[in-house]
């Protein structure tokens, strides 16, 4: 079964970069969207934007600006850079599968165990 | 972007009782509605999609109800592993948006 685990710095200072990856085990990026989302420390969970294995991408307006996600088929990887970040994106950052059937139904599932990213400096 | 909104925000409730968590939308999302349950610590995990399909695995006392502006989820008995907080999700269009959440806690 298809399994995510995401990775990357667990503190970032304000203004920088905010880089994570999601490693997928047990099947194929391919064919799939894959979709980053937030949540902060006891608030609800926001949806960041979410990447097909093409490479196309689909970014949540309010964070666009500063986001971008990014494809490697090969090592069966997604990844997520935020820039300029703030006090207000410490959050855990999940990432998942948007799962899309033949009616155009669509859901996230699996998801990754989440990171918490805490920018501070 | 599409507004969701569920109620109640929290709900005490016992073991063996039958609960209902309710999720309007801001427009009309037809069927495309999807909830997940998320315990402490945890990622959230997938109950129903397409608004009242129980995905694989997960126990029949869970059901999902409603379309156009007006969902339901129900829980038909309430089991000490049911504890948790129970979000919805629009999947009509992007940007995907989230309910606030609703946290059952033990009565």
């Known amino acids: 079964q298809v399994q995510l685990q995401e990775s990357g710095p667990g503190l970032v200072k304000p203004s920088e970069t905010l880089s994570l990856t999601c490693t997928v085990s047990g099947g194929s990026i391919s064919g799939f969207h894959w979709t980053w989302i937030r949540q902060p420390p006891g608030k609800g969970l926001e949806w960041i934007g979410y990447?097909?294995?093409?490479?196309?991408?689909n970014y949540n307006p309010s964070l666009k600006s500063r986001v971008t996600m990014s494809v490697d088929t090969s090592n069966n990887q997604v990844s997520l850079t935020l820039s300029s970040v703030t006090a207000a994106d410490t959050a855990v950052y999940f990432c998942?599968?948007?799962?899309?059937?033949?009616?155009?139904?669509?859901?996230?599932?699996?998801w990754g165990q989440g990171t918490l990213v805490t920018v501070s400096s | 972007d599409i507004q969701m909104t569920q109620s109640p925000s929290s709900l005490s409730a016992s073991v063996g009782d039958r609960v209902t968590i309710t999720c309007r939308a801001s427009?009309?999302?037809?069927?495309?509605l999807n909830w997940y349950q998320q315990k402490p610590g945890k990622a959230p995990n997938l109950l129903i999609y397409?608004?009242?399909i129980l995905q694989s695995g997960v126990p029949s006392r869970f059901s999902g109800s409603g379309s156009g502006t007006d969902f339901t989820l129900t829980i038909g008995s309430l089991q000490p592993e049911d504890f948790a907080t129970y979000y919805c999700?629009?999947?009509?269009?992007?940007?995907?948006?989230f309910g606030q959440g609703t946290k059952l806690d033990i009565k």
């Open positions: 427009q009309s999302i037809s069927t495309y």
């Open positions: 397409a608004a009242y």
């Open positions: 990447i097909y294995y093409t490479g196309s991408t």
């Open positions: 999700q629009q999947s009509y269009s992007t940007p995907r948006t």
């Open positions: 998942s599968r948007e799962f899309r059937n033949d009616y155009g139904n669509n859901w996230f599932d699996p």
